[in-house]
């Protein structure tokens, strides 16, 4: 059936908390109104307020509550409002639902699965656009998973919720409305597994949610001039199918990494330095980062469009590589 990536979120957590009562949702704005980008519509009349809970604009201590909630044996799904307001609540993302485990001798389980809205999208400013996950990937403990359809994001969902380990789930705001073929059996997609969205011989490029539909937008057009690209979705940042990516680079000889954070210091630095460390001797050239520039995005909407990587930019670093 085809879904968006709302309704197939929507899907996975109504099927989930028909499946486990321990399953609980939290989060601004959650309950009767369906959450900000609709993920939990109808949750709040099916299942009642004392599993769908609104809660005040306090992000420590909306997910300090999850964790609490997870070491008392349920397994919350906690909505940050956007992805940004994370930062407010770093303590207890990253030294309580990624450490505790670990501090405690391996004596409790925390599945927290944090829902993160990222993204730019109509010039909701600097506050409410960020792409920051690249700042959790040198947080040991967490799990980040970051699909680019509604078929993954479903299946992938699934996996966080049934986990026993917490995880930050990065959903772009510009993909909530994308229609793809969703299995209408049950299903999960295990984490750590890249889907290699198309074969290619030339170039491998690696991108991340609502860029992986830009290099296959691009991949079309390169391939009328003659240059095959292979694009590879990695679905889950950590844990990293670099299996898959360093065989598609030792086939092609070049790497590029696009997605919508800074080029400085986003998780294509970690990816291109695990491609430099452990194929270098396969690379035909430098390894090229495609993202966005190091500035504060733009509360213009007009403006914000040049701060987004488009299929132009991946094409132009395409001809780069290749000559």
């Given at each position: 059936m085809m879904l968006t990536m709302q309704e197939a979120l929507?899907?996975?957590?109504?099927?989930?908390?028909?499946?486990?009562?321990?399953?609980?949702?939290?989060g601004e704005d959650v309950g009767a109104f369906g959450g900000c980008f609709g993920v939990t519509q109808g949750l709040h009349a099916r299942f009642g307020d004392q599993r769908v809970i609104d809660t005040p604009i306090a992000e420590a201590t909306l997910v300090g509550a999850s964790?609490?909630?997870?070491?008392?044996?349920?397994?919350?799904?906690?909505?940050?409002?956007?992805?940004?307001?994370?930062?407010?609540?770093?303590?207890?993302?990253?030294?309580?639902?990624?450490?505790?485990?670990?501090?405690?001798?391996?004596?409790?389980e925390i599945p927290v699965t944090l829902r993160l809205p990222i993204g730019m999208q109509g010039g909701a400013g600097a506050e409410h656009s960020q792409?920051?996950?690249?700042?959790?990937?040198?947080?040991?403990?967490?799990?980040?998973?970051?699909?680019?359809?509604?078929a993954d994001a479903k299946g992938l969902f699934k996996t966080a919720i049934r986990g026993r380990d917490p995880v930050l789930f990065f959903e772009h705001k510009m993909l909530y409305g994308v229609k793809s073929e969703v299995p209408e059996s049950d299903y999960t997609i295990p984490f750590g597994v890249a889907n290699i969205c198309r074969e290619g011989t030339d170039i491998t490029i690696m991108a991340t949610a609502l860029q992986v539909n830009t290099a296959l937008s691009a991949a079309e057009k390169l391939a009328a001039e003659?240059?095959?690209?292979?694009?590879?979705?990695?679905?889950?940042?950590?844990?990293?199918?670099?299996?898959?990516?360093?065989?598609?680079?030792?086939?092609?000889?070049?790497?590029?990494?696009?997605?919508?954070?800074?080029?400085?210091?986003?998780?294509?630095?970690?990816?291109?330095?695990?491609v430099a460390e452990t194929a270098f001797s396969a690379l035909k050239a430098p390894i090229k980062r495609v993202g966005a520039p190091f500035i504060p995005i733009a509360q213009n909407a007009y403006i914000e469009q040049f701060l987004i990587p488009k299929e132009e930019n991946v094409i132009a670093a395409a001809r780069e590589l290749m000559k």
């Open positions: 929507n899907q996975a957590l109504r099927e989930e908390m028909e499946l486990d009562p321990n399953v609980i949702v939290l964790v609490g909630l997870a070491l008392a044996g349920k397994r919350p799904v906690c909505e940050m409002m956007f992805g940004d307001f994370c930062l407010i609540a770093m303590d207890e993302i990253t030294g309580k639902m990624g450490k505790w485990n670990y501090m405690h001798g391996g004596q409790f792409s920051p996950q690249a700042l959790f990937i040198n947080t040991p403990g967490l799990n980040i998973v970051i699909p680019s359809n509604a003659g240059i095959s690209t292979e694009v590879i979705d990695p679905r889950t940042l950590y844990p990293f199918d670099k299996e898959s990516l360093l065989t598609s680079v030792k086939k092609t000889g070049r790497f590029m990494m696009v997605h919508e954070e800074p080029v400085r210091g986003g998780t294509g630095a970690e990816i291109g330095a695990l």
